[in-house]
């Protein structure tokens, strides 16, 4: 019995050493930089989202990290504008850069 108690004692042991010395190489400030996760697979949208979510929690002023290609014309704009209005549903990138109010108002448009 001691013998084996003593092997399991020094796997146990070896187990141990061997989960203790796990260090983590990136911080999760690093993990959510807007760059590391576009390289990571993420897409713009995905990083950006995530970019506005950690400024606003901290407080600070929330800008788009992309320009936006808006090459519709004014007339077409104005109805995918009311129709995202009417449906709150469907995202569009104004939405997360500007404070969105509960009540509906004529300048959301």
């Known amino acids: 019995m001691g013998v084996m108690r003593r092997n399991l004692l ?14 983590a190489e990136t911080t999760p400030a690093q993990l959510t930089d807007p760059e590391y996760m576009i390289n990571g697979g993420y897409s713009e949208a995905a990083a950006e989202e995530v970019f506005i979510l950690k400024r606003r929690t ?11 290609n808006h090459s519709t014309n004014k007339f077409v704009r104005f109805f995918k504008n009311c129709y995202t209005y009417w449906d709150p549903s469907i995202d569009n990138e104004e939405r997360y850069h500007h404070d969105i109010q509960m009540s509906p108002h004529y300048t959301d448009l």
Do not use: H, M
């Not at 600070?60 to 936006?68: D, S």
């Open 10 to 23: 020094l796997i146990l042991a070896l187990f141990t050493a061997v989960c203790i010395n796990v260090n």
């Open 58 to 68: 901290a407080g600070e002023p929330c800008e788009p990290l992309y320009e936006k």
